[in-house]
């Protein structure tokens, strides 16, 4: 058993019981939201790990992780302000708020903070196009959506994330 | 509004439907309990009859849809379809999130018509927390009985399980999320074979979109004669319509099919926001052909029908309103870069065209456009047009050509 599968095993076979047992490969992406869940990203040991699991080729678990955009191999922001700007949000003013909003965190699209805690993209449609502006932020292994934003609203989501992040930072530097 | 009719969004008027308790004292599950002890083949001829047609956007008949399915291969599979990923639509959402059950119902009974004893409900990543929730939902239900092992003393057995998408709309069309499903790249597949004969793990699969099914509770539980007394005869029942855009209250509004536009726009939606002036309508979200908001157009009854009279189709609902402020060329771009960004890239008319339209409508708006622009997008967008394996290439040119046709003058020197 390697080292993810141990990590994860209970969770492992209860995903790995959904699918027959001669199509394991279904599992792929079950497997790889739960190698995203610590750090939001997946590292080359964990790409194995899954790959070695479902009997797949690393090079095919690698093509999923690059075929579907919720999935990450490079380590960026610790949460995700993702920010629809597709025609019904941006018919509401979605632009012009994502604008503000990088101004606000003095980052531009795609950038991250210095503090390396948010990384600011714009991403399609969410479902949530009556609610515009809206905003999802991806870390932490979930997706929350924030709806009926203003830039000041916002703010207050990213800053009480940044006192989270603070908060644990204290705990285990009192920890240690 | 007084006059929607909640067939399907009945949590609005029941509070707690969401619980199993309050779902079973409402007529829960007895369009489940009624098609147990009818045979299958009989569900699917009363589906049939019920005139449903699929909500996902294509209208086709539900009951004919499931009547594909061959019986002389087996395991066959149903597969909810929940990865609502078009711009401006956002109605199986709800759904999901406040009458989960009548979904799962509906989920169900599809099963137990084509035999299924498996169900998977993929569902587009966002909505992990959705998937959690029907986990709980699916654990309760087989505390209940009403999934697992020899349901209600039948000999019918089923198991129903979330599945969870990662940002990818091409996977809401039926092939690419079964290869999704099977662990590989969301691509469409070549057809035929079809999903019916040859779907998920190569076996015959129904794929149904979240408020197809939603409906199957009550078509069951209450019978045709009173489906039917809602919507048009080609169009029976209700349907949710996802109101966007230039409008004073976006939302989902759940009306018989047959309703107008000016109906949903005015009375429902409220008008247009600032007392604006409407220019255009889309039904079908970012891959609708763009209707021009004329009175004519104002009063046509909404309907699978309707592309008869305005030459653009219902789809699935998903209606964004645009008023006197939005410029086409602008609005083109938009709904290109969309496509662009979501083009699988297996076929090579969607994957460069979509690439090139990206192109072109970007220089457009930056105030330096080429002469020649407008026409070399309507080439190309023509070039795409009937080549692409499945249908969001097709998609792609739909605001682009119907946008220049109807809008010229929005193009004129940009």
Redesign the interface.
């Known amino acids: 058993m390697n080292a993810f599968h141990a990590k994860y095993q209970t969770e492992i076979e209860q995903i790995l019981a959904?699918y027959?047992p001669e199509?394991?490969?279904?599992?792929?992406?079950?497997l790889?939201?739960l190698a995203q869940r610590d750090d939001n990203y997946i590292s080359p040991n964990e790409l194995a790990d899954i790959a070695e699991i479902?009997e797949?080729s690393v090079t095919d678990v690698a093509?999923?992780v690059g075929?579907?955009?919720?999935?990450y191999d490079q380590h960026e922001g610790r949460y995700r302000i993702q920010v629809c700007t597709?025609?019904?949000c941006?018919?509401?003013g979605a632009e012009t708020f994502f604008e503000a909003l990088c101004k606000e965190l003095g980052v531009s699209s795609g950038g991250t903070t210095p503090d390396g805690l948010f990384t600011i993209e714009e991403?399609?449609?969410?479902?949530?196009?009556?609610?515009?502006p809206v905003f999802?932020v991806q870390g932490d292994g979930?997706?929350?959506?924030y709806e009926n934003q203003t830039a000041e609203t916002a703010l207050q989501v990213i800053a009480a994330l940044r006192e989270k992040a603070v908060q644990e930072a204290r705990s285990r530097e009192g920890a240690a | 509004m007084s006059d929607q009719v909640y067939l399907l969004l009945r949590h609005r008027e029941i509070p707690d439907l969401d619980r199993l308790e309050v779902y079973r004292q409402n007529e829960g599950f007895q369009g489940f309990e009624k098609a147990l002890q009818m045979k299958p083949a009989d569900v699917v001829q009363q589906v049939k009859d019920s005139g449903l047609r699929g909500r996902g956007g294509a209208g086709f008949p539900t009951g004919l849809k499931w009547s594909f399915l061959p019986n002389n291969l087996w395991p066959h599979y149903v597969v909810a379809n929940a990865d609502e990923s078009e711009p401006g639509t956002f109605k199986d959402r709800e759904i999901l999130e406040r009458n989960p059950l009548q979904f799962l119902e509906g989920l169900m009974i599809a099963c137990y018509a084509v035999q299924a004893n498996t169900g998977y409900i993929y569902l587009r990543g966002e909505f992990w927390q959705i998937a959690a929730w029907l986990d709980e939902k699916i654990a309760e239900l087989e505390q209940a009985g009403l999934l697992g092992d020899r349901i209600l003393g039948t000999d019918y057995s089923l198991r129903l399980y979330t599945h969870l998408g990662a940002g990818a709309y091409i996977c809401g069309e039926e092939t690419a999320l079964l290869e999704s499903l099977e662990g590989k790249l969301g691509q469409p597949r070549l057809r035929p074979p079809f999903p019916a004969v040859e779907g998920l793990y190569g076996k015959p699969t129904v794929i149904n979109n979240v408020e197809t099914l939603s409906n199957l509770p009550v078509i069951l539980g209450k019978g045709n004669s009173f489906y039917r007394q809602y919507g048009t005869d080609r169009s029976p029942g209700t349907k949710i319509f996802c109101l966007s855009g230039r409008v004073n209250r976006p939302g989902n509004y759940e009306l018989p099919l047959g309703r107008t536009f000016r109906e949903l726009i005015y009375e429902h939606g409220g008008g247009i926001l600032e007392d604006g002036k409407i220019k255009a309508i889309m039904s079908a979200g970012a891959s609708s052909t763009l209707i021009v908001a004329d009175e004519k157009a104002l009063d046509t009854p909404m309907t699978y029908e309707m592309t008869d009279a305005l030459g653009a189709p219902l789809g699935s609902a998903s209606v964004i309103i645009l008023d006197e402020t939005v410029d086409m060329k602008w609005l083109v771009h938009k709904t290109v870069s969309f496509f662009r960004h979501e083009s699988c890239g297996k076929c090579t008319p969607c994957r460069e065209g979509t690439y090139w339209m990206n192109h072109i409508t970007r220089r457009l708006n930056s105030g330096q456009p080429n002469p020649e622009d407008v026409e070399l997008l309507v080439d190309v967008a023509r070039e795409i047009q009937g080549k692409c394996l499945c249908a969001l290439g097709e998609f792609s040119t739909m605001a682009v050509l119907s946008g220049i046709e109807k809008f010229r003058s929005d193009f004129n020197g940009s």
């Open positions: 959904k027959p199509r394991k490969r279904s599992a792929v992406m079950p790889l939201f479902l797949m093509s999923v075929f579907y955009t919720l999935f597709d025609l019904p941006a018919l509401r991403v399609k449609c969410l479902a949530a196009c009556h609610r515009a999802q979930e997706i929350a959506y």
